[in-house]
């Protein structure tokens, strides 16, 4: 299995490089003034398969916030940064968070078996929770467990998708390592009034029904959204699993959100930003069977000031609030009178994020941002053991803990030459202070080429349960716990013209203090583990994306991920991380519909649990859709059309060939 997808890596990376170099030696070269405005409007964009078929025409520039604190092209940013739209997050009908970032270079996902499941998010190679997780700006990583809730974050509530590959500790402080996901939600956009719906129906017995309507008048900008969905599911756990239970996992979950914002003068915005969501998913807890269920919820609100003080002066003030809880109820256990509360239990966050940042911009080409955050952070969780009663509590020593924040960032532009430099001070009540700082360079080479080098420090805070934990037979927290710290550094090489877009990203990101679990007393088979600052990682890859526009019925875009992700104490390979994967997608329309092919390729991986290895494998993924009068579009996605039989976690299943069908309606 590793020979054939080694094969199959060389063959995706051998067509890529080849088809986009050559299309790259052939491209016409424009004047100056008109190469320079098409590498601000399109340079480091992948573009989504909805917009394969539009041919040519020149695109509007992809405004972003994430990369820099502000609004900029995303074409003007430096770094390894790019955008999933709202166009191509039409196209995966009941699709989730992780469907649409598996599709990214340098992302790989995770989950645990079937459909909903609880899922993670790998970016470079680093773990899920080095990885920071934002909704409109806002923080969700749980603070008990460092994981976010991506689950709970279905496509229909997402207008796009922002992400910044590399450590970004000085721009949004603990636990950036890997890089961010912003999740910006519905509304929030100054256009006239539109409303879409959707209605689906697909395998495993699965529906989803979603609606929303957003515009903007006289000064108002207004936006509602929900949906619902539910599935039979399939068995999530193999038999060889010690949860293993013989049922299907089936899932319920639910969202709704809005924004209401006016601008009472020009120049001064008032907004107020909701999101819920739910999901109630089966998992399995082994014997005595019980159809077992794991909820898992998501909260944020956040009401923002953006004012003008003045011409250069931007100020803007924000409180936000988000609540994340994940709960497991054993929906048998009351039958069993000796232990009515055995598999309930809960982990919820509550955190309050306030920040008042001013954006500065002395001119067209230079500008500063300066702010001041503070995070508050409270949990609470309860552990149901029947074995081990006295574990029934999680009696955390500290439930609350809070951070302050200082930061600054600077922009400038000279010519072909870009800086941007970020510095920030985090002083958080448990661990202290902690200074982070990024300075990335970009040299425009051609109006076509452009190179960058750059260099970050981040670091992440250790969660509530690595340091609180309380001493159970198998696991026991350690509050000595240190951050974890990072040093990364990379270069990157980008071509950009209309058509064709050629990009490739070499990195080395250095974790010291890293966090493992060990046994409490070594040698020891039946000792509790621990959590202790005793290893280093060393994480170096190379990426390489490309996509080009054959005409206005066909293109191709694809990446190859090269990726060596050690302990760089012993040399061993980190587990759960593919040393190869290969994307390639193409598109063609044919006539009135657009059929896209999504090929994945992944080399084998080490497995967390057992230390055995996980066999490499390839999916190929259907994509159709075909317009309808009054605006209405019929949709088809067809997953894993050959049925492969594949492994991501040992002892979970993975689901097999399946298939959703979609009516669309835009307005």
């Known amino acids: 299995m590793m020979q054939c997808s080694t094969y199959r890596l060389c063959a995706v990376a051998a067509s890529l490089v080849v088809t986009t170099s050559a299309l790259a030696q052939n491209a016409p070269s424009t004047s100056a003034t008109t190469a320079t405005s098409t590498v601000s409007a399109q340079a480091a964009r992948e573009p989504s398969v909805a917009e394969l078929k539009l041919g040519p025409t020149p695109q509007l520039a992809t405004v972003v916030v994430t990369p820099g ?27 989730t968070l992780s469907d649409a970032l598996v599709r990214e270079h340098g992302i790989e996902t995770l989950n645990y078996g079937g459909p909903l499941s609880q899922s993670s998010v790998n970016i470079r190679g680093t773990n899920s929770n ?10 969700v990583n749980s603070a008990t467990s460092g994981d976010a809730p ?26 950036a390592i890997g890089g961010v996901v912003n999740v910006i939600t519905r509304g929030d956009q100054d256009r006239p009034f539109s409303a879409y719906a959707n209605a689906g129906i697909g395998s495993y017995a699965t529906t989803q029904y979603d609606a929303g309507f957003s515009g903007a008048a006289d000064g108002w900008v207004y936006s509602l959204f929900g949906g619902y969905g539910q599935s039979g599911g399939t068995n999530a756990t193999q038999p060889t699993n010690y949860s293993y239970n013989p049922d299907k996992d089936s899932y319920y979950r639910s969202n709704v959100g809005g924004t209401l914002g006016y601008t009472w003068k020009a120049g001064q915005t008032l907004t107020f930003q909701s999101y819920q969501s739910s999901v109630n998913g089966g998992y399995d807890a082994g014997t005595p069977y019980f159809n077992d269920r794991g909820i898992q ?16 002066w931007t100020s803007t003030l924000r409180a936000g ?7 497991t109820v054993n929906a048998g256990s009351d039958l069993v009178p000796t232990n009515p509360t055995d598999g309930k239990q809960h982990f919820a966050t509550r955190q309050g994020q306030y920040l008042w940042q001013n954006d500065l911009k002395f001119s067209a080409t230079q500008s500063v941002s300066l702010g001041y955050e503070r995070l508050e952070q409270s949990v609470d969780g309860t552990l149901s053991n029947g074995d081990y009663p006295q574990a029934s509590y999680v009696n955390y020593q500290q439930t609350t803990r809070y951070t302050n924040s200082l930061f600054g960032i600077y922009r400038g532009t000279w010519g072909p030459q870009s800086v941007q430099a970020s510095v920030r001070s985090d002083n958080n009540s448990q661990y202290g202070n902690f200074m982070t700082g990024s300075l990335v360079y970009g040299l425009s080479l051609t ?53 064709t877009q050629l990009s490739l990203v070499a990195y080395r990101n250095e974790i010291t203090n890293l966090i493992l679990n060990q046994p409490v007393v070594p040698g020891d088979i039946y000792s509790p583990y621990a959590p202790v600052n005793v290893g280093q990682a060393l994480i170096q890859g190379v990426s390489l994306f490309g996509s080009h526009r054959f005409n206005a019925d066909t293109q191709v875009r694809g990446s190859l991920n090269w990726l060596d992700p050690r302990n760089a104490e012993t040399g061993a390979l980190l587990p759960q991380r593919a040393q190869q994967v290969a994307k390639l997608a193409v ?14 390729v992944s080399s084998e991986r080490k497995d967390t649990m057992s230390g055995g290895t996980l066999g490499g494998y390839s999916l190929l993924n259907l994509l159709g859709s075909y317009p309808l009068p009054e605006g209405a579009e019929v949709q088809v996605r067809w997953n894993n059309v050959f049925g492969k039989q594949y492994t991501l976690i040992q002892g979970y299943n993975t689901l097999g060939s399946n298939v959703f069908v979609n009516l669309a309606w835009r307005m």
């Open 69 to 95: 604190r502000t609004a900029e092209p995303l074409g003007e940013t430096l770094g390894d940064n790019s955008v999933i739209g709202r166009d191509e997050l039409d196209t995966l009908p009941n699709g």
């Open 130 to 139: 080095q990885s920071l997780i934002l909704i409109d700006g806002l923080r």
């Open 150 to 175: 991506l689950s709970a974050i279905p496509l229909n509530s997402v207008e796009r998708v922002e992400i910044v590959r590399g450590t970004a500790s000085s721009l949004y402080g603990a636990d």
């Open 297 to 312: 919820t998501v909260s944020t609100n956040m009401l923002t000031s953006k004012n003008r003080v003045s011409d250069f």
């Open 321 to 327: 609030f988000t609540n994340e809880r994940y709960q």
């Open 447 to 499: 109006p076509q080429w452009r190179a960058t080098v750059g260099a970050n420090t981040g670091f992440r805070a250790p969660n509530f349960n690595e340091l609180y934990w309380p001493v159970t037979p198998s696991y026991a927290g350690n509050p000595l716990l240190q951050p974890e710290k990072s040093r990364n550094i990379e270069m990157g090489l980008k071509y950009t013209t209309e058509q």
């Open 587 to 600: 598109d063609q329309a044919v006539g009135r519909a657009r059929l896209t092919a999504d090929w994945y």
